[in-house]
Nanobody
Framework: EVQLVESGGGLVQPGGSLRLSCAAF????????MGWFRQAPGKEREFVGG????????YYADSVKGRFAISRDYAKSTVALQMDSLVPEDTAVYYC?????????WGKGIQVTVSS
């Protein structure tokens, strides 16, 4: 069974940093692309960024490009989202994602709040 477990969320002041982690279980992590999405109150879930199975390619939404960075650790089967220069508009529940055989798998999500 595919399981994705997010950690590292919380409250941070504008301009601060936060690092999210996603632990992956139940599938071949080393051959799977991984992604991060977020959903703010009253808004649809949106793509934040992704990383290829090889780790060579990363992709970001324009709204986070240059501020967020995705990386993966094959030994630990984890994918991280480093978030810098946070702004209140980054406040959302963040979800880890992977797709296996056309089926989307999601973590339960973790809250990130950017506020002074």
């Amino acid at each position: 069974e595919v399981q994705l477990v997010e950690s590292g969320g919380g409250l941070v002041q504008p301009g601060g940093s936060l690092r999210l982690s996603c632990a992956a279980f139940g599938f071949t992590f080393s051959s799977s692309a991984m992604g991060w999405f977020r959903q703010a109150p009253g808004k649809e879930r949106e793509f934040v960024g992704g990383i290829s199975w090889s780790g060579v390619f990363t992709y970001y939404a324009d709204s986070v490009k240059g501020r967020f960075a995705i990386s993966r650790d094959y030994a630990k089967s984890t994918v991280a989202l480093q978030m810098d220069s946070l702004v209140p508009e980054d406040t959302a529940v963040y979800y880890c994602n992977t797709a296996r055989y056309g089926i989307q798998h999601w973590g339960k999500g973790i809250q990130v709040t950017v506020s002074s």
